[in-house]
């Protein structure tokens, strides 16, 4: 079965562009999350969506958004790129939020990794 | 809010060795989950270990084993009998029971020489 798969590998943008990145979960999975990693950091949260509607929402301006498909694959959007916007922006798929009460683990894709000029 | 912090940066073992990797986080909710991720270099983030608060017993898996202490709120990783494809950075992460989002540490690399 294939894992989370993200698009594209790799991207080059000036300031103020925009940019979309794709996240498709592993099949089956409901939930899907982005984070982002600046080199030499861990990971930090974005967002969170379940069945089509966001669940949970980090500490990031409202340049950066989101939305989940009926297929339940996402898109991360981020506006108005600054240099500090470089990072892998990771995306991870469960079967459901542990809210739900299921213990289900975050798979991740390998990332997107966005370089800003 | 939560915190996770990895204070060895790097660390270096020798194949066949045993290393342990710190963690010590901080939270006032009683209900969570830990996890261990290993991501190797360029390459996608993998679940090594996870850990149930309310379960004493350390988890397990395979050459991988936590010590647990949650009065202490403290979460490290050994590695037995270490190889060279464990050579990656390893995060430490926290999970709220009630939310589904993770708090990593900012990591530590492990090398693994022969």
């Known amino acids: 079965d294939a894992g989370v798969t993200q698009s594209p590998t790799h991207l080059i943008k000036t300031r103020g562009q925009h940019v979309t990145l794709r996240c498709s979960p592993i099949s089956g999975h409901k939930s899907v999350s982005w984070y982002q990693q600046v080199l030499g950091q861990g990971p930090q949260f974005i967002f969170q969506y379940y069945e089509k509607e966001e669940r949970g929402r980090g500490n990031f301006p409202d340049r950066f958004s989101a939305r989940q498909f009926p297929n339940y694959s996402s898109e991360l959007n981020v506006n108005a790129l600054l240099l500090g916007d470089s990072a892998l922006y990771l995306c991870?798929?469960?079967?459901?939020?542990?809210?739900?009460?299921?213990?289900?683990?975050?798979?991740f894709g390998d990332g997107t990794r966005l370089s800003i000029l | 809010a939560q915190t996770v912090t990895q204070s060895q940066p790097e660390m270096s073992v020798q194949e066949a060795e045993t290393v342990t990797l710190s963690c010590t986080y901080d939270t006032s909710e009683n209900n969570y989950y830990l996890f261990w991720y290993k991501q190797p270099p360029s390459r996608q983030m993998i679940l090594v270990i996870r850990q149930e608060a309310y379960k004493q017993q350390n988890a397990t898996e395979n050459r991988f084993s936590v010590n647990f202490q949650k009065a202490a709120k403290s979460f490290s990783l050994k590695i037995s009998d270490s190889q060279l494809g464990d050579t990656a950075m390893y995060f430490c992460a926290f999970m709220n029971s009630g939310y589904s989002t993770l708090t990593f540490g900012k990591g530590t690399m492990l090398l693994v020489s022969p």
């Open positions: 991870a798929s469960s079967l459901a939020p542990f809210r739900t009460g299921s213990n289900q683990p975050q798979h």
